[in-house]
């Protein structure tokens, strides 16, 4: 079994920041792509970020220079830390991963429950 546990959500004022973790816990052999993604209501989900291979990094335009994505390999832990927010960041904020699980043949996308954010004054 494989979970993805999220924290970090919450109520920001416009312009203020927040960090959001996500933790891989599991028979984990190896992850490959890790970050997250959102969704806000009447909407599609997005991609926000995503960490790919520990090598490359994938933002979306509209959270470049604000947002950040990183990766403690160690703890199978991604964070994203989340600075001058605006009132279209709000959302459900989705983690995601694609990993082969333990004595397995094939990768496999996972997703956390969601956290939501909100930003509002």
Same mark, same amino acid.
């Given at each position: %079994?494989?979970?993805?546990?999220?924290?970090?959500?919450?109520?920001?004022?416009?312009?203020?920041?927040?960090?959001? *973790?996500?933790?891989?816990?599991?028979?984990?052999? %190896?992850?490959?792509?890790?970050?997250?993604?959102? %969704?806000?209501?009447?909407?599609?989900?997005?991609?926000?970020?995503?960490?790919?291979?520990?090598?490359?990094?994938?933002?979306?335009?509209?959270?470049?220079?604000?947002?950040?994505? *990183?990766?403690?390999?160690?703890?199978?832990?991604?964070?994203?830390?989340?600075?001058?927010?605006?009132?279209?960041?709000?959302?459900?904020?989705?983690?995601?991963?694609?990993?082969?699980?333990?004595?397995?043949?094939?990768?496999?996308?996972?997703?956390?429950?969601?956290?939501?954010?909100?930003? *509002?004054?």
């Amino acid at each position: %079994q494989v979970q993805l546990a999220e924290s970090g959500g919450g109520l920001v004022q416009p312009g203020g920041s927040l960090k959001l *973790s996500c933790t891989a816990s599991g028979s984990i052999f %190896q992850i490959y792509d890790m970050g997250w993604y959102r %969704q806000a209501p009447g909407e599609q989900r997005e991609l926000v970020a995503v960490l790919s291979s520990g090598v490359s990094t994938n933002y979306a335009d509209s959270v470049k220079g604000r947002f950040t994505i *990183s990766r403690d390999n160690a703890r199978n832990t991604v964070t994203l830390q989340m600075s001058s927010l605006r009132p279209e960041d709000t959302a459900v904020y989705y983690c995601y991963a694609n990993l082969l699980r333990s004595g397995r043949w094939q990768r496999d996308n996972y997703w956390g429950q969601g956290t939501q954010v909100t930003v *509002s004054s």
